[in-house]
T-cell receptor
């Protein structure tokens, strides 16, 4: 099976712009979670989608949003970008809901906000 | 906020030696997982241990869990240069299905 794929892999934006990141889970996986990784804050949970519904959300401002499509692919959007949004954004998929399940991570999208 | 704190933050050992890293957490958990990350890439799942388990093995990995002390350890035996990476523990909290990651241990294996 192909692994989790994320596009784009690298992205440079300027403050105030918006960005959309995409994640394609492993075939058959219905849960997709998103994480932000920065040197200062480490790995932080953004949100989880299961069968097109957001099941869980981390402590991020409303500028961060996401959605999941019927084919389980997911997108996350960040509006009005700030310098502090520069990070590695990781998505992970699992077969069922994430509790008690191994998550498989994609390679990440590295976002740089100038 | 970080649930897990890992110790040490960085560890350098000679190839062939054993590496031990520890994770402490704050709340009751359903399970604890260990992941490896190479140079800012995606995370690779290593092992999952459930709250009712005390020890688990996978190849050269041994994980222990002490729920009374809210701590876990990851032992990598006979280390190899390819084990150089950052290692993270992650906890699935009871009643809160978010996966919360620790701060990570940066392991360097010296050939």
């Amino acid at each position: 099976k192909a692994g989790v794929t994320q596009t784009p892999r690298y992205l440079i934006k300027t403050r105030g712009q918006q960005v959309t990141l995409s994640c394609s889970p492993i075939s058959g996986h219905r849960s997709v979670s998103w994480y932000q990784q920065t040197p200062g804050q480490g790995l932080q949970f953004l949100f989880e989608y299961f069968s097109e519904t957001q099941r869980n959300k981390g402590n991020f401002p409303g500028r961060f949003s996401g959605r999941q499509f019927s084919n389980s692919r997911s997108e996350m959007n960040v509006s009005t970008l700030e310098l502090g949004d520069s990070a590695l954004y990781l998505c992970a998929s699992s077969w069922r809901d994430r509790a008690q399940e191994t998550q498989y991570f994609g390679p990440g999208t590295r976002l740089l906000v100038l | 906020s970080q649930q897990g704190e890992e110790d040490p933050q960085a560890l350098s050992i000679q190839e062939g030696e054993n590496a031990t890293m520890n994770c402490s957490y704050k709340t009751s958990i359903n399970n604890l997982q260990w992941y490896r990350q190479n140079s800012g890439r995606g995370l690779v799942h290593l092992i999952l241990i459930r709250s009712n388990e005390r020890e688990k093995h996978s190849g050269r990995l041994r994980v222990t869990l002490d729920t009374s002390k809210k701590s876990s350890s990851l032992l990598i035996t006979a280390s190899r240069a390819a084990d150089t990476a950052s290692y993270f523990c992650a906890t699935e909290e009871v009643g809160n299905e978010k996966l919360t990651f620790g701060t990570g241990t940066r392991l360097t294996i010296i050939p």
